[in-house]
């Protein structure tokens, strides 16, 4: 069974940076969503990326945020940068999705996620 575990949240200034990682163990996966949902709204779909080189991105985050990933370490990141309040929201990883991308309802696999606050 795969599991996933979110780290490198935490509170940043606005215009700061983070690096977010999601780990898997139980088998290796080959296609990453990061979402987030921020208090009172509903999850969204921020970037996705696969071990064949694609990625996407919520329009909100292109050109701030970029998804990698490290076949080797079984591990994807999300680094982010010139982060907004509105940033502010838990991030969730989920994998191998079954449909459209961005739509959560495709993944059945998730982490907990991880805290990022950003202040004004």
């Known amino acids: 069974q795969v599991q996933l575990v979110e780290s490198g949240g935490g509170l940043v200034q606005a215009g700061g940076s983070l690096r977010l990682s999601c780990a898997a163990s139980?088998?290796?996966?080959?296609?990453v969503g990061w979402f987030r949902q921020a208090p009172g709204l509903e999850r969204e779909f921020v970037a996705f990326n696969s071990w064949t080189g694609t990625t996407y991105y919520a329009d909100s985050v292109k050109g701030r945020f970029t998804v990698s990933g490290d076949k080797a370490k079984n591990t994807v990141y999300l680094q982010m940068n010139s982060l907004k309040p509105e940033d502010t929201a838990v991030y969730y990883c989920?994998?191998?999705?079954?449909?459209?991308?961005?739509?959560?309802?495709?993944?059945?696999?998730w982490g907990r996620g991880t805290q990022v606050t950003v202040s004004s």
């Open positions: 989920a994998t191998d999705p079954r449909g459209i991308y961005s739509d959560d309802n495709a993944y059945n696999h």
């Open positions: 139980g088998r290796t996966y080959d296609r």
